[in-house]
């Protein structure tokens, strides 16, 4: 079942002569529980793309649908309670809000959108991301790699159609990142959450995904399993 699909998604950033062309006609479809990691050099039009799936950011042509949703025909204020409901971020810095408890930080989102805490699946989350020990501490308390986690509960405690991530990993030292890696990865398959993760890392790509999409000067050069991409790279 498709839950993501990007249509021909462009973005120019300034005009005339200083004008970006940081994505230039992007097309494709994510499958419900796929894994979708998305690489390429510095300024290849990553963030820029992850922004624009995540509607943090208005694309100059094109279009993206969540769930069949056409995200950027909404009314900024439907936007703005289908982000919150159907979208989970996490980015490179957890944004953790220090004065909250791991508890707390968590079931946020779902405060902000007076909605009642499901007790059920927030005490899923803190056993399979390993918190139940740590739900009263504060994030100051926490190791980088808690933190994380904490991040990601928080970012999925909405039951989002989509995650996406971008560049979670990459200010954690490399021994702890390869076992978040794993986590991330085991976390996503088993409630199944369909996952948009940006990585300049290819490695990290190749051990966590279903599928890569490789970006060069904001176009998709080659999209594949890692598989294909390892064996056959363009
Ligand atoms: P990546 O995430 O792959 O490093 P980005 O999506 O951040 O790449 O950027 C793609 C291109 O768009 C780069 O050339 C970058 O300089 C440019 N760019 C990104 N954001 C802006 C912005 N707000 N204004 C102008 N140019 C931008």
Redesign the pocket.
């Known amino acids: 079942m498709e839950i993501l699909r990007v249509e021909h998604l462009s973005k120019i950033?300034?005009t005339g002569e200083n004008a970006?062309h940081?994505l230039d006609d992007v097309s494709f479809c994510v499958e419900k529980g796929q894994f979708l990691a998305i690489i390429?050099?510095?300024?290849?039009?990553?963030?820029?793309?992850l922004n624009m799936i995540g509607a943090l950011d208005t694309p100059t042509s094109g279009k993206v649908f969540i769930d069949g949703k056409d995200i950027f025909s909404m009314k900024e204020r439907n936007l703005t309670v289908f982000r919150r409901r159907n979208i989970g971020f996490i980015f490179q810095s957890f944004n953790l809000i220090p004065e909250l408890t791991v508890e707390q930080n968590i079931i946020f989102p779902v405060l902000l959108d007076y909605q009642k805490p499901n007790k059920k699946y927030l005490e899923e989350l803190l056993t399979v991301l390993g918190l139940k020990e740590r739900r009263r501490h504060l994030p100051s308390q926490l190791s980088g790699g808690q933190q994380q986690r904490v991040a990601l509960a928080r970012a999925i405690v909405t039951r989002p159609k989509v995650l996406l991530l971008d560049e979670p990993l990459s200010a954690i030292d490399a021994k702890l990142r390869k076992s978040l890696q794993v986590e991330i990865r085991r976390i996503q398959k088993q409630l199944n959450i369909t996952t948009i993760f940006?990585t300049h890392d290819q490695d990290e790509a190749m051990v966590m995904s279903d599928r890569i999409c490789l970006?060069n000067c904001?176009k998709i050069e080659q999209m594949d399993t890692p598989i294909a991409i390892y064996t056959h790279p363009r």
Request: zero cysteines; charged letters at 5%.
């Open positions: 950033y300034g970006v940081a390429g050099p510095s300024g290849s039009g990553k963030s820029t793309l940006v970006l904001g």
